[in-house]
RNA sequence: GGCCGAGUGGCAGAAUGGUUUAUGCAGAGGAUUGCAAAUCCUUUUAUGUCGGUUCGAUUCCGGUCUCGGCCUCCA
């Protein structure tokens, strides 16, 4: 690969780039905060999740095997209090919920994780941890809660850098607290609750990650990450819980996303200035909300706007157009199967061969696809495929390199547009998209009640271009214009080149 | 109050210790076209502010101003 491969990470810990050297070069592991299900996420949570998506994928495609943990919170405050507003069981609440957010990570081409724990499958390693924080001292036990006490972590502020001040905290001390910042592992509750040695109750939020992560990954693990709202409490408190059980790191490095904001606040569930997919998919095309989302540093702010997912939308139509010309992608082919077993199995081996098979698969169905075109387009592919490297660069190189250097997406993406203005290899340009997760199949085809390329005849289409290129010849403009008419109805756009019409989805 | 981050052209938004200041949209001119679309070419406008380091800073450092975030649930 190229000389400057080495990978370098911004530790939200250390407050500047480190080198990232992993625990087990054989099994790289990661931690995200998922999301709670009480509510579906929003564009600004699938920030997130799409950002450390691109994390997930580009360590798999430098290491043999990464383990990546996203974990469901499926029981909080929140979920109650929601489920008892619309008079539902939690549970179908968050069976709800979870089902939405699943559709629009396909949409969105988010892979599964390697585990997606849930909260409430482990409640007994939460009990059975908890007990160990009392047993250690680290804990106390009032009124049936069981709280952390934070004076017993002598590092517990160096994470925030003060962001939790000593004095100064905005919430007053309780009865329960012996400290301010001190935080509930256990309390009591009614509505939902399992058996505990401190009375019916229910785990407190922090515990949760903990407890899961490790379960299943074990401490430390590589990277923990997440939104930057998250260092405090959550995160500093998820620390503090693991050196009280274990006397070490859970996580060797940690990475804070910045948020999406609406003319410069920040989108929030709370605040309710929040874009959900649903609505935003009305509009545009998953993939250029990906797009959007990836063209910002991940650490920067990223205020949503208009202009910028139209500058996104441009960007892939320019891409899809340049990469696959007037070739239409179906639903049949081998591309979008595979991409749907991605993300509906979360529990193959697929995952870890994840870079390779969709490397493979990009680059087959382009091969595959090629007799799609109609006249003059093959020798525009032909160059395309033998005009790898003339001025030395490596598309797949410098977007590796991009991504080394603190997940560099808007780099990354700058270099696949240049890429795609010179020529470079496809099936290198292809690899380097997948990485960043942008796939050129249209997912939401299928349920597109308006025609598309999937559900079209191509026979159809191609007889209409001849009728028209026919009327065209003997100069009937009013019979070749009806005609382009009809084919934009049902979203074909036409292109009269001097090598011949093009007519490509869109 | 404590801590963190951001301030780039008409707009959005990257990058970088130094001859050509990305990219997209918008604007202007041109090529091509039956028309349209697309494409291509040319072109205008920028690094909050004050200092410092440097041969040279938009980039590094410090002050300052403005905006935002966290300190309460939050990706």
């Known amino acids: 690969m190229s000389l400057n491969n080495q990978i370098s990470f911004f530790n939200s810990l250390a407050l500047k780039k480190e080198k990232f050297i992993p625990n087990d070069e054989n099994n790289i592991k990661i931690y995200a905060c998922g999301p709670t299900i009480y509510k579906s996420p929003h564009i600004g949570n699938f920030r997130s999740f799409v950002v450390f998506d691109v994390l997930f994928r580009f360590l798999s495609s430098k290491y043999p095997k990464v383990t990546y943990v996203r974990n469901i919170t499926d029981i909080d405050d929140k979920i109650i209090h929601e489920a008892k507003v619309r008079n539902i069981a939690y549970s179908d609440l968050t069976a709800e919920v979870y089902e939405n957010f699943k559709s629009d990570s396909v949409k969105l081409n988010i892979l599964n994780p390697t585990y997606e724990p849930r909260a409430t499958d482990y409640i007994k390693n939460m009990i059975r941890d908890i007990e160990k924080l009392v047993e250690n001292g680290f804990a106390y036990v009032k009124d049936n809660h069981v709280i952390f006490d934070t004076t017993k972590y002598d590092k517990y502020r160096d994470f925030c850098k003060n962001m939790c001040s000593e004095s ?39 515990i949760e ?47 804070h996303n910045h948020f999406v904001n609406i003319d410069n606040n920040k989108m929030s569930k709370s605040a309710n200035n929040q874009f959900d997919l649903a609505f935003l998919t009305k509009n545009y095309d ?36 340049n990469l696959f010309d007037v070739i239409p992608l179906d639903k049949e082919n081998a591309l979008y199967k595979r991409d749907l077993d991605n993300v509906n199995d979360s529990n193959t081996d697929a995952q870890n061969k994840l870079y390779d098979s969709f490397s493979d698969n990009e680059a087959s169905a382009i091969d595959a696809s090629g007799q799609g075109s109609s006249d003059g387009s093959k020798g525009n592919d032909d160059n395309k495929l033998n005009s790898d490297n003339e001025d030395g660069i490596e598309i797949l190189d410098s977007v590796s390199d991009a991504l080394s250097d603190d997940l560099n997406t808007p780099l990354a993406i700058k270099k696949i547009s240049e890429a795609i203005k010179i020529g470079h290899n496809m099936q290198n340009i292809l690899k380097s998209c997948a990485i960043l997760g942008i796939t050129f ?58 090598d011949g019409v093009k007519w490509y989805e869109g």
């Open 168 to 206: 100064g905290s905005r919430i007053a001390l309780t009865d329960l607290k012996k400290h301010e910042n001190d935080f509930v592992l256990w309390k009591p509750s009614s509505d939902v609750f399992w058996d505990s040695p401190w009375g019916n109750g229910r785990p407190g939020w922090h």
């Open 209 to 255: 990650c903990t407890s899961m992560s490790k379960e299943i990954l074990g401490f430390p693990f590589d990277i923990h990450c997440g939104g930057q709202d998250l260092i405090f409490p959550h995160h500093t408190n998820e620390r503090a819980q693991g050196w009280g059980l274990c006397n070490k790191e859970c996580a060797t490095y940690w990475m």
């Open 286 to 321: 998953p993939m250029a909300i990906r797009i959007f989302l990836l063209m910002s540093h991940y650490r920067h702010p990223l205020n949503w706007s208009e202009s910028g997912l139209k500058e996104a939308s441009n960007i892939y139509a320019k891409w899809k157009k």
């Open 441 to 498: 199949v249209n997912k939401e085809n299928s349920n597109d009640q308006n025609g598309n390329v999937s559900s079209l005849d191509l026979d159809l289409i191609n007889s209409l271009v001849q009728k028209r290129e026919i009327a065209r010849k003997n100069k009937d403009y009013n019979k070749s214009d009806e005609i382009r008419d009809e084919l934009t109805k049902i979203g074909i756009k036409l292109e009269d080149t001097k």
